[in-house]
Nanobody
């Protein structure tokens, strides 16, 4: 069983930046991808950014040009710059292994204030 530990959220200022970290542990199999999704008020869950096993990055339209996704062994890191009020929401780490259903973190709150 896989556990995902998320950190780095909280209250941040509009125009500033944040860094979210996710570390996977447990009975790990070779992963297919790791990344971050988010749910903002009134919207369905959406991709923020992720990396697959080859290092390919996929970034959601909402953070294009102002985000960076990176990866270390069994960990993924997300940086968002020029934060906007619309970035407020709950961010979830995701890990995919083989053909199994994805693993999800508990979610971490990010609140952007003016």
């Amino acid at each position: 069983q896989v556990q995902l530990v998320e950190s780095g959220g909280g209250l941040v200022q509009a125009g500033g930046s944040l860094r979210l970290s996710c570390v996977a542990s447990g009975s790990l199999l070779p992963f297919n991808s790791m990344g971050w999704y988010r749910r903002t008020p009134g919207k369905e869950r959406e991709l923020v950014a992720e990396m697959d096993i080859s290092g390919h990055r996929t970034t959601g339209d909402s953070v294009l040009g102002r985000s960076t996704i990176s990866r270390d062994t069994n960990a993924v890191f997300l940086e968002i710059h020029s934060l906007e009020l619309s970035d407020t929401g709950v961010y979830y780490c995701q890990r995919r292994e083989g053909l199994s259903p994805p693993y999800w973190g508990q979610g971490i709150q990010v609140t952007v204030s003016s």
